[in-house]
């Protein structure tokens, strides 16, 4: 009923409010149209103007019992004239949420149906309207507000059920720790969200260590601090406070929390050596290995920088011989020898040491003083092995060392002082001798780097030492000999016979020398050729590289065998010189300076009847007339024989005159026999000679002969070799080399060596490159034997001074009781549909084009 009286009560102040203000002004100073524009004009005058409603907010208490309750009542105007019906809208009502106000539609009481949450729902807007029966409107709708007022119906809540902070032993009272917060849902602005925290509980951790208050509390912000002092991690490691929240300023409402304190250690105490003596021992000679512990104490958190020590030997170990560090488990120091102790040097050591914590320490910390232990070493004796000065022992020698050369010397000792004994285990070549008791280590002969023992010029022999005490403990070393190389062999020349031309000048070929060399460079090419005086007024020789020169004659020489004695040096230091005689065979020779014999010449290739069988003719015409002229002068054959026998038996019935004329006639019958032999004698002589003749550049064999079945090859789309390569093709380059001898052995040099660097220029090949180096010698372990072979093959296929060149190559012959007729059956009649040569191509471009002749598939 009061809020029934209020809600009229304020209705009515309302309208004298109204009354009185438009009472107050002044009508005519007021543009009425602005203000009441739904005033209309009347010619008749003034005309009253409709009120609207004006209802203040309406407010509610949240959490009322009393329901339905009667909040307002609106009322129009128009009940005067005619029925009036009333309709509410808004949330509440018909919105979400809904049910909680009605509106009596014939009365016009506005009712509250249940209880109100301001938590939920602060205020309420609602549309209130007078309508007639026919629902139309009869007054315009009126807003109207209803608030919700907060009753103190929530407690504070905090935001967790415990809190946790930590706070570092011996703070200051004042030092903040943490804060605990807390929330209350009822309206901010009111006491009953007014929120006040206090301490209402302490417990230490470990319980009763500590019985007097050490925090506080701000009692708005909720933020816990020390307040007093005396927080000792050794002493407590924690504290347990229970807090209280509470609204209406702390004396409404209340909730509980607790907040976990924990005492965080600081480095305030040193650690301890516990004891500070001890007494090792460690054996000599044998490092890595622990000769002891140390223990040290601290009274800080175990497992922290603050507890940790960390070990140092300050004094007593000059020469590093021992070390220590901190076993992470149990803080102790381990002590170990990571360099060999020497009895005979030192029989104990006395070490100093000192602990200290990883952390530093703090400043709250006592002013005591660092901790120190000793530790007594003793030194145990042992028989230890010989000990080398230098392992590896280098040294370096020349190859050409003598025989007897001391090597090296004072090579080893033994800490103990006993007699050694030296001697050599490995030793491949045998190049060393070593005094058994001394050690000196000599040459036993020179030394190789050609040998298969030498790597690099490096040489590897091992030698081992013993000493003679109880148990003879050996020691070995490598001994590494670097060989330097020396000019041990002079140069070998070759070839040791030619062939040049009679005919001076640079223009005729000479002939081409080269040397091998079976030093290693620097000590072999260059080389460098020259003559002695008593030869170089007839022969001169030029250089044409590092390892070849050419022989020439300087004057016009007769044909005919020549001996000159060349001398060649090589480049090492000092240089050796060898001289050696080149047989030399001077010769004629043709405009392509090719040397020909003068039978050769003569029974050159032509057309018609050979010389040799012209002779024949010859002789066969001559001993014919002869014969016939016998029958013609004598009733009988004229044999020598036979008619001087009639000369002597018959002497009664021929005359002296006949005698003498029948021997004359068997005289000339002798004489044609003779001419026949010896013309048949020439020609034989004559077809050898031709046989054997050697042209320059034309293979192995060169004999011509009119009677070759084969024709000379002509040379057609020749791609390589150059322009002198398209000349025609000479068939002797084709024969049966069967038919040439084996070359002479002065020929070939003493030596295995292949000769290095430029070449000659050569006419079947466009350019004179250097070759690459080849290897020297196979090597005596059967493993390297493969690497040895493919890295010649290797070296071989990059030389581009070696064959095959890109030149005419050769494929007629087919070996021995194969002349010629091997190319037979290119004229064959036979069918070659049968025959497959497609195995040809496989032989290179020569034989792909013999190859597209005969199968065109």
């Not at 012209?614 to 004229?638: D, G, H, K, Q, R």
């Not at 789309?717 to 070359?743: K, T, W, Y």
Request: hydrophobic share 35%.
């Amino acid at each position: 009923m009061a809020a029934r009286r209020l809600a009229v009560l304020c209705v009515l102040v309302a309208g004298l409010c109204q009354v009185w203000s438009s009472g107050q002004v002044d009508q005519d100073d007021l543009n009425q149209t602005v203000l009441y524009p739904w005033r209309r004009k009347s010619s008749g005058g003034l005309s009253r103007v409709k009120r609207d409603w004006i209802i203040p907010p309406i407010r509610v208490s949240e959490n009322s019992k009393q329901v339905p309750e009667n909040l307002v009542q609106i009322k129009s105007d128009k009940v005067f004239t005619g029925e009036v019906i009333y309709k509410l809208e808004g949330p509440g009502v018909d919105q979400d949420p809904k049910n909680l106000f009605e509106i009596d539609d014939k009365t016009g009481w506005i009712r509250s149906m249940m209880p109100l949450d301001r938590e939920k729902y602060r205020s309420f807007t609602l549309k209130a309207f007078a309508l007639s029966p026919s629902g139309e409107r009869l007054e315009n709708p009126s807003t109207i507000e209803i608030l919700v007022l907060d009753q103190n119906d929530n407690r504070p809540k905090f935001s967790q059920k415990e809190f946790a902070g930590a706070v570092a032993e011996f703070s200051v009272p004042g030092t903040s720790v943490m804060s605990v917060t807390a929330t209350d849902a009822d309206d901010p602005t009111t006491d009953n969200a007014m929120l006040s925290y206090s301490i209402i509980g302490q417990e230490s951790i470990p319980p009763l260590r500590i019985n007097k208050t050490m925090f506080g509390i701000n009692n708005e912000t909720g933020a816990i601090y020390t307040r007093d002092v005396g927080i000792d991690w050794e002493v407590v490691k924690g504290f347990r406070l229970k807090v209280l929240v509470a609204d209406m300023s702390g004396m409404g409402l209340t909730s509980e929390a607790h907040a976990i304190i924990n005492v965080n250690d600081i480095n305030n105490n040193r650690p301890r050596f516990s004891p500070d003596q001890y007494i090792m021992s460690a054996v000599e000679n044998k490092v890595g290995f622990v000769i002891g512990w140390v223990n040290a104490t601290d009274k800080d958190e175990p497992g922290t920088g603050n507890w940790q020590a960390k070990y140092t030997i300050t004094k007593g170990d000059s020469s590093g011989n021992f070390d220590i560090h901190t076993d992470p488990g149990t803080n102790q120091g381990i002590l170990s020898v990571i360099k060999a102790l020497d009895f005979e040097s030192q029989t104990e050591h006395t070490l100093t040491l000192t602990v200290e914590n990883v952390n530093p320490l703090s400043i709250k910390a006592p002013n005591d003083p660092m901790s120190i232990a000793t530790v007594v070493v003793n030194v145990a004796n042992e028989n230890e092995a010989p000990r080398f000065n230098k392992d590896p022992i280098e040294i370096v020698v020349p190859e050409s060392v003598a025989p007897g050369t001391l090597l090296a010397s004072n090579i080893a000792y033994d800490p103990d002082n006993a007699k050694l004994r030296y001697d050599i285990p490995r030793d491949p070549e045998g190049w060393l001798i070593i005094d058994a008791e001394t050690g000196e280590i000599k040459a036993r002969r020179s030394f190789s780097v050609r040998s298969p023992h030498v790597k690099n010029n490096i040489y590897t022999a091992v030698i081992r030492v013993t000493d003679t005490d109880s148990g003879g403990i050996s020691t070995t070393a490598s001994l590494v000999i670097s060989l330097r190389e020396t000019n041990d062999f002079p140069p070998q020349l070759f070839p040791l016979m030619g062939t040049v031309c009679s005919e001076a000048g640079r223009g005729t070929p000479g002939l081409v020398l080269t040397a091998v060399d079976e030093d290693l460079a620097p000590h072999a090419e260059p080389f460098t050729f020259d003559l002695p005086i008593e030869v170089s007024a007839n022969w001169t020789i030029m250089q044409v590289n590092e390892t070849h020169a050419m022989l020439h004659p300087l004057v016009e020489l007769e044909t005919g065998e020549y001996v000159v004695t060349v001398l060649v040096t090589d480049s090492g230091s000092p240089s050796l010189t060898a001289s050696a005689q080149v047989n030399v065979s001077v010769c004629s020779c043709g405009k392509d300076s090719d040397c020909k014999s003068e039978s050769a010449a003569v029974t050159s290739n032509q057309v018609g009847v050979s010389f040799i069988a012209l002779l024949v003719v010859m002789a066969s015409i001559a001993l014919l007339l002869s014969e016939l002229y016998l029958e013609n002068t004598s009733p009988e054959p004229c044999l020598c024989g036979r008619a001087h026998a009639r000369a002597h038996t018959h002497t009664h019935t021929h005359t002296h005159t006949d005698t003498h004329s029948l021997s004359l006639m068997c005289v000339c019958s002798e004489i044609g026999l003779l001419v026949f032999a010896v013309l048949l004698l020439l020609a034989v002589a004559v077809g050898n000679c031709r046989r054997h003749h050697m042209k320059k550049g034309q293979g192995l064999l060169v004999g011509e002969s009119d009677d070759d079945i084969r024709d000379n090859v002509l040379n057609y789309d020749e791609q390589g070799g150059g322009e002198e390569d398209e000349n025609a093709f000479n068939i002797d380059l084709l024969r049966n080399p069967a038919d040439v001898g084996p070359l002479p052995a002065s020929f070939y040099p003493p030596v295995t060596g292949i000769p290095r660097g430029n070449q000659p220029l050569r006419r079947d090949y466009p350019d004179n490159l250097p070759s690459p180096s080849y290897p020297r010698k196979p090597p005596a372990d059967p493993t390297d034997i493969e690497d040895f072979i493919n890295d010649g093959l290797e070296v071989a296929d990059h030389d581009p001074n070696v064959p095959p060149y890109d030149t005419a190559l050769i494929y007629d012959y087919e070996g021995d009781g194969s002349l010629a007729g091997s190319l037979s059956s290119i004229a064959s009649a036979s069918s070659d549909g049968d025959q497959d040569y497609d195995y040809l191509n496989d032989w290179g471009p020569r034989f792909k084009k013999l190859a597209n002749m005969y199968d065109p598939r």
